[in-house]
């Protein structure tokens, strides 16, 4: 699959780290350091425009280990662009831990996936079919 990509950023385009990699990395385009505090949370831009096709979206997720070593995340994880969005891409990255974290420019601080989606269309009813689980949940299984 082919995606239009505009790059205003000064580091190369969104790569997969290995052959199977499900998700790109994408790196901060920061003209200086972010410095977050503890349960502090910043908006990093990546300088990354792009057009994706007609029923797909682009998720934006955590980076495990950005998140196990420095205790950086995504917020609103995964974020959803959509494929009539063309703005720039932009981060919601929130500090976890007890530490100052900096970010550097062209650190890699998320991973995007590109999936397919379809849209529901609701059918309104009365009641829905039976199965073992029924109304079962959070943990209803045990442990």
């Given at each position: 699959?082919?995606?239009?990509?505009?790059?205003?950023?000064?580091h190369s385009?969104?790569?997969?780290?290995?052959?199977?990699?499900?998700?790109?990395?994408?790196?901060?385009?920061?003209?200086?350091?972010?410095?977050?505090?503890?349960?502090?949370?910043?908006?990093?831009?990546?300088?990354?425009?792009?057009?994706?096709?007609?029923?797909?979206?682009?998720?934006?997720?955590?980076r495990?280990?950005?998140?196990?070593?420095?205790?950086?995340?995504?917020?609103?994880?995964?974020?959803?662009?959509?494929?009539d969005y063309?703005?720039?891409?932009?981060?919601?990255?929130?500090?976890?831990s007890?530490?100052?974290c900096?970010?550097?420019?062209?650190e890699?601080?998320?991973?995007?996936?590109?999936?397919?989606?379809?849209?529901?269309?609701?059918?309104?009813?009365?009641?829905?079919?039976?199965?073992?689980?029924?109304?079962?949940?959070?943990?209803?299984t045990?442990?």
């Amino acid at each position: 699959m082919k995606i239009k990509i505009v790059n205003r950023s000064k580091h190369s385009l969104p790569a997969y780290a290995t052959i199977h990699s499900a998700g790109m990395d994408i790196r901060s385009n920061l003209d200086k350091p972010v410095i977050l505090k503890p349960l502090e949370r910043s908006l990093i831009p990546t300088g990354l425009f792009i057009e994706l096709p007609e029923g797909y979206e682009a998720q934006i997720r955590p980076r495990s280990g950005l998140a196990l070593k420095k205790g950086l995340t995504v917020l609103n994880s995964p974020g959803t662009i959509d494929a009539d969005y063309r703005g720039e891409i932009c981060v919601i990255v929130i500090n976890l831990s007890s530490e100052e974290c900096i970010i550097e420019d062209g650190e890699r601080i998320c991973q995007m996936v590109v999936a397919s989606y379809e849209q529901a269309q609701w059918e309104e009813v009365e009641t829905l079919s039976e199965t073992d689980r029924g109304a079962g949940g959070f943990g209803h299984t045990g442990l």
